[in-house]
């Protein structure tokens, strides 16, 4: 059973990809009147197909590793008339090559969009159905061995806002800005908010040839010298009705400063006042729209194994607007992209392990690891792979959308084609890339079983 889940999750992961990417190209193509002879998905031998009334033939075939979009070229009339022969006049009008470049690059183009658009979608409709954690990086502890370069350094309770100037929310936001200064000599600037302290302190580190190999890069945090953890900021989510909260009027998105004489840093100490003060009437102090508040709560009841503890009635973490979902969506599928594209630069440099490459085979555990896990799992899955899809097929690599694109550009300034023989060259060398790639990723799957 258990095989099963990973094979079909597998194949639903790659089909939904492909197909989004290819219909991209085939979309961009029918607007463009280019006429597609077919629309695969797969490659190798073709075991179902059907034609729509635009001669179009929409296939699938027997291996289920990527899939196509077979366009009419003049170079194909001429190389093989037969493959042609039952197209109208007009249809063999409609080629590829006979369309301005603006139009050919659009269509080259429309598939790395397309995946992109697909993780802004995705990511959207998780946002949307998802709580805002509100959480926060805290130091829980340091290294004596980090190096500082001015006489600020952490302290147990620094908030880290952002590194460098970029924001960081939890552990995924801070171990991606790390890993993408793998390799980097200079300075990191942490800024971060102490406990009882309203202005911003900047830290200053001073790193040399920063996480330089892959146990390193398993965790960024660790290596650097800190120890993290991700508590909730005290902002209240839902306000359950008529509780202790909402009878005293808070709302959501309050943000809770202090309770009685105690200050308020995060969610789990609201949690722990409340529980200490059943029945009680205690002040606090909010900021709601960034206008201090001070609100009388008196606080409810409830036994616990014969235990009274208070109880305030809200819950943390707050729900997102479909607007703010697709902000963050789309700021994700930026910000995730452009981490990709960092992170196979330092591969190509050596900064980063090359193990990190995953085939078919890592794919197809991933995808049944989450899918198991969940649905929302899955589809975050499904949201990153359209990611690298997208960034992979835009590299300058020739048979890769990028190389069509880089070629069209040569043509751009060329004024003409690159001739026949070097342009077959470039990419038969493409092709080889690719297939050295793949096989690379391969062993690296089969590796990991070892």
Request: proline share 4%; with cysteine.
């Amino acid at each position: 059973m258990t095989t099963i889940i990973y094979i079909a999750s597998f194949l639903v992961l790659l089909g939904v990809l492909v197909t989004i990417h290819e219909f991209g190209h085939f979309i961009v193509a029918r607007i463009c009147k280019v006429h597609v002879q077919r629309f695969s998905i797969g490659m190798g031998p073709v075991f179902y197909k059907k034609r729509d009334k635009h001669g179009t033939e929409f296939a699938l075939s027997a291996i289920p590793l990527g899939g196509y979009v077979s366009m009419i070229t003049n170079k194909l009339i001429e190389m093989d008339p037969e493959s042609v022969k039952d197209l109208t006049k007009e249809q063999l009008k409609d080629t590829f090559d006979s369309k301005p470049k603006w139009q050919r690059a659009s269509i080259m183009f429309a598939g790395p969009l397309a995946n992109f658009l697909l993780s802004i979608f995705i990511f959207t409709a998780i946002f949307l159905n998802t709580t805002d954690p509100q959480t926060v990086p805290v130091v829980d502890s340091t290294n004596q061995n980090i190096s500082y370069s001015t006489n600020e350094v952490f302290e147990v309770g620094d908030k880290i806002l952002s590194i460098n100037g970029t924001s960081v929310n939890d552990a995924k936001d801070i171990n991606l800005e790390l890993l993408s200064y793998a390799g980097f000599s200079g300075e990191l600037n942490f800024s971060v908010l102490r406990p009882d302290n309203e202005n911003l302190t900047n830290i200053i580190v001073s790193v040399t040839n920063f996480l330089p190999n892959s146990e390193s890069q398993n965790d960024p945090t660790n290596y650097l010298g800190l120890d993290i953890s991700y508590p909730m900021q005290p902002i209240i989510g839902k306000v359950i009705a008529d509780g202790a909260a909402d009878r005293a009027g808070l709302k959501s998105n309050d943000k809770v400063l202090k309770i009685g004489n105690k200050n308020i840093n995060f969610a789990n100490e609201i949690r722990r006042e409340v529980s200490e003060n059943p029945n009680a009437s205690i002040e606090f102090k909010i900021r709601r729209n960034q206008e201090i508040i001070y609100l009388p709560v008196k606080i409810g009841s409830q036994v616990n194994d014969e235990e009274i503890t208070g109880v305030l009635g809200v819950s943390f973490g707050t729900s997102r607007t479909l607007l703010e979902s697709f902000i963050k969506g789309s700021y994700e599928t930026y910000n995730l992209s452009l981490k990709t594209l960092q992170f196979i630069g330092k591969m190509l440099s050596g900064n980063m392990g090359t193990e990190n490459l995953s085939g078919p085979i890592g794919i197809a555990q991933m995808a049944g690891d989450t899918a198991q896990a969940g649905f929302l799992p899955f589809m975050y899955l499904m949201a990153l792979l359209s990611i690298s899809l997208a960034v992979l097929n835009l590299l300058p690599i020739p048979v890769l959308d990028g190389g069509q694109l880089t070629l069209l550009g040569i043509e751009a300034i060329r004024g003409k084609p690159l001739p026949e023989k070097i342009e077959n060259m470039v990419f038969t060398g493409g092709a080889a890339i690719v297939v050295m790639l793949m096989f690379f990723a391969i062993f690296n799957d089969i590796s990991r079983f070892f």
